[in-house]
T-cell receptor, first 110, second 114 residues
């Protein structure tokens, strides 16, 4: 059973526009949520996080929104740049273990 | 620079052979993890260790074994009992609780059975 789901396997966006990546979860005990960015043949790198006591966290072009009632998490990238093209994983933790979604491959078209 | 080193980057194994993937970290993290990535399935937890000489099975531990004799090292052995070992393997570490700072990942090892 997948506790963290990313239902869109891929997304294409024009350079300069907004990219919105979505993530849903089922476990109400998750207390921390992260987004990771991954290039092919490399390990994921941390992008941005949010605690369950907040509903928004912003870091430069990246903003994460958390809707606890809907058990939904989203990552907004504004403006999108070609270098943002990668696979994005959302992850949720309860204790010392993270549960990962299946990833969304973002392509930013110049 | 502190980080996690996985070696080798690419590994080929004949069917029926055991193979060990190396993971070393110099971040002074207590917890270490092994994940497997398959296309369309995200990252699945194989084993994790929160302290030296202790480790727990993850969701897909069958056919794998680990050891944690030193804080810095968490090698993963893929045994001949693992039916579909071809995958991309990722090692990670964290300061507990992992939620605060997340994981630091290594660059991965791609294992191919030939």
């Amino acid at each position: 059973d997948q506790q963290v789901k990313q239902n869109s396997p891929s997304l294409s966006v024009q350079e300069g526009r907004i990219s919105i990546l979505n993530c849903d979860y089922t476990n109400s005990m998750f207390d921390y949520f992260l987004w990771y960015k991954k290039y092919p043949a490399e390990g994921p790198t941390f992008l941005i996080s949010i605690s369950s006591i907040k509903d928004k966290n912003e870091d430069g072009r990246f903003t994460v929104f958390l809707n606890k009632s809907a058990k939904h998490l989203s990552l907004h990238i504004v403006p999108s740049q070609p270098g943002d093209s990668a696979v994005y994983f959302c992850a949720a933790s309860a204790g010392n273990q993270f549960y990962f979604g299946t990833g969304t491959s973002l392509t930013v078209i110049p | 620079d502190g980080g996690i080193t996985q070696s080798p980057k690419y590994l080929f194994r004949k069917e029926g052979q055991n193979v060990t993937l190396s993971c070393e970290q110099n971040l002074n993290h207590d917890a270490m993890y092994w994940y497997r990535q398959d296309p369309g399935q995200g990252l699945r937890l194989i084993y994790y260790s929160q302290i030296v000489n202790d480790f727990q099975k993850g969701d897909i531990a069958e056919g794998y074994s680990v050891s944690r004799e030193k804080k810095e090292s968490f090698p993963l052995t893929v045994t001949s009992a693992q039916k579909n070992p071809t995958a991309f393997y990722l090692c990670a570490s964290s300061l507990p609780p992992a939620g605060v700072g997340g994981y630091t990942f290594g660059s991965g090892t791609r294992l191919t059975v030939v």
